[in-house]
């Protein structure tokens, strides 16, 4: 089926947040049963149109497979639009399809200028005899890393500039497909500061035996087009630390949201009081979940949301104070706790009219096809 939203509408159900309960409303913003979509991002233009980005590539299991997964020679990144908040959407448009594999998790970010920026990344299907001969190359089987890239849009998401190349973070040791060391890669939510420069913290490989990530902060004085190494943002010898999504708080700090591994799926949190020329060193944030994204609210407070891959699987969300330092003691807001299983999540979330906030993220009920849905949320409830 295809783009259920336009067929049929919206579907209204409950959530518990602290005891209580609250309505929310879900939508399913695409849905094509020959199609495994996951991964979105969403930003909403100054004449209200909304895009979502995100990763669709061949459902597997329709093909012969046992399944789906997160690497696919033939996954592509592509938009949807809405013009009426939000209520139906668009056919899919192409972003890009990268010339020697496939794309993954297509991060967009507004400019004040009215640019649009998405940073991505691929792997590679190569020969299995090949891929087992390269040299400090991250592989997953026979699919072998690509690194990040970034791509540029000046006429509203109509067509794409680049791919531009990030630098090579010098802590990270491996190498791509050709050799050359793996250019920068995130999954997360970059921004553009109070000085005009974009802040984008990135993953680096420190070691792939075992594999261990930690995380760093790149610079962008021109829209997106150059990278300049900023600084560290966390590493520790025994927790992983990825996905990341970075928010600038009313004050001027830099707070890192990012995703774990070896510390049992706890959001881990650094901190820069000096405008991105340091951090602090990490935190627990004291909940589970990844990885997230920071919305401000109109009120200056910080509707942070995260995918929640534990029973009951689903999409979680947290109030923040306005400079993100309350964590432990915030409110957590279930949106959903019907999936499937734990191949869901990856929320982004945008304002709407009407003081309401619409969350977008994939999921899957009873292990189904992968699908991009959205909650609508009020603010003055939250």
Excluded at 162 to 181: L, S, W
Excluded at 286 to 313: E, K, M, S
Aim: glycine fraction near 10%; hydrophobic fraction near 35%.
């Amino acid at each position: 089926m295809r783009n259920l939203l336009a067929l049929h509408g919206s579907l209204a159900c409950l959530a518990a947040w602290c005891g209580g309960s609250q309505p929310f409303e879900h939508r399913v913003i695409y849905q094509d049963t020959k199609f495994y979509s996951a991964f979105p991002s969403i930003v909403r233009r100054a004449d209200g149109e909304l895009l979502v980005a995100f990763r669709r590539a061949p459902e597997r299991r329709h093909l012969g497979e046992a399944g789906s997964t997160h690497t696919d020679p033939n996954s592509q990144l592509v938009l949807v639009r809405s013009r009426d908040e939000g209520t139906s959407w668009s056919e899919p448009e192409l972003i890009y399809a990268h010339p020697f594999g496939g794309s993954q998790d297509p991060c967009l970010l507004q400019l004040r200028d009215g640019s649009l920026l998405c940073s991505s990344y691929g792997w590679a299907l190569l020969n299995a005899r090949f891929a087992a001969q390269l040299t400090n190359t991250l592989r997953h089987g026979s699919f072998a890393f690509l690194g990040g890239y970034v791509l540029r849009s000046e006429d509203n998401g109509r067509s794409w500039q680049g791919p531009f190349e990030p630098p090579h973070v010098a802590a990270d040791a491996t190498r791509d497909i050709f050799g050359r060391p793996t250019p920068a890669y995130n999954r997360g939510a970059a921004c553009q500061g109070r000085d005009g420069r974009i802040y984008w913290v990135v993953a680096a490989n420190r070691g792939l035996e075992p594999r261990r990530t930690e995380t760093h902060l790149l610079l962008s004085s021109d829209g997106g087009r150059t990278w300049a190494y900023g600084c560290p943002v966390a590493s520790d010898p025994k927790v992983t630390f990825n996905e990341t999504s970075l928010y600038e708080t009313p004050k001027g700090d830099w707070v890192a949201f990012m995703r774990t591994a070896g510390f049992d799926d706890h959001t881990a949190v650094a901190r820069s009081t000096d405008g991105g020329k340091s951090f602090q060193r990490w935190q627990d944030a004291g909940f589970q979940g990844h990885p997230h994204y920071a919305l401000r609210l109109p009120d200056q407070r910080v509707l942070l949301v995260y995918g929640y891959r534990h029973q009951p699987f689903g999409i979680r969300a947290r109030v923040l104070d306005a400079e993100c330092r309350d964590l432990v003691g915030s409110r957590e807001l279930v949106l959903r706790d019907d999936g499937g299983n734990s191949d869901l999540g990856y929320p982004w979330a945008t304002l709407l009219q009407g003081n309401r906030v619409l969350v977008v993220y994939y999921f899957n009920r009873e292990n189904g096809t992968r699908h991009i849905a959205g909650t609508i949320l009020s603010v003055s409830e939250l």
